[in-house]
């Protein structure tokens, strides 16, 4: 079955760290670019920052620019999303996602993006509060 579920969310105090993990199953997660994406009630998923194959990166929200980093671990099929100097309008559910078709890059254009997305996880909770 594929499948990408995500794990490391939680309760940070603004400032603080968190490193978000998506783990791939029934396919090579390194095959494919993969994206995070955050959403709040009311408002739609928008993309937070993506990598190709290649592992270059695009960010998509200036806000968090620098904030940020986007790897994977292909010996462990998981993609991870580290957030630092977290601050309250970051919380949000992330989800991680990946680009079709296999080895298309990721779009430059936050858009565009949303628009090649095949799988999504189920999202993790990330809350920062003092």
């Known amino acids: 079955q594929v499948q990408l579920v995500e794990s490391g969310g939680g309760l940070v105090q603004p400032g603080g760290s968190l490193r978000l993990a998506c783990a791939a199953s029934g396919f090579t997660l390194e095959d494919y670019g993969v994206g995070w994406f955050r959403q709040v009630p009311g408002k739609e998923r928008e993309p937070v920052v993506c990598m190709g194959i290649t592992d270059f990166s695009t960010t998509y929200i200036d806000s968090v620019a620098g904030r940020v980093a986007i790897s994977r671990d292909n010996a462990k099929n998981t993609a991870y999303l580290d957030l630092s100097s977290l601050k309250p309008e970051d919380a949000a559910v992330y989800y991680c996602?990946?680009?079709?078709?296999?080895?298309?890059?990721?779009?430059?254009?936050?858009?565009?993006?949303?628009?090649?997305?095949?799988?999504w996880g189920q999202g993790t909770q990330v809350t920062v509060s003092s």
């Open positions: 996602a990946t680009v079709m078709p296999r080895g298309r890059p990721c779009p430059s254009s936050p858009t565009d993006v949303l628009q090649v997305i095949g799988v």
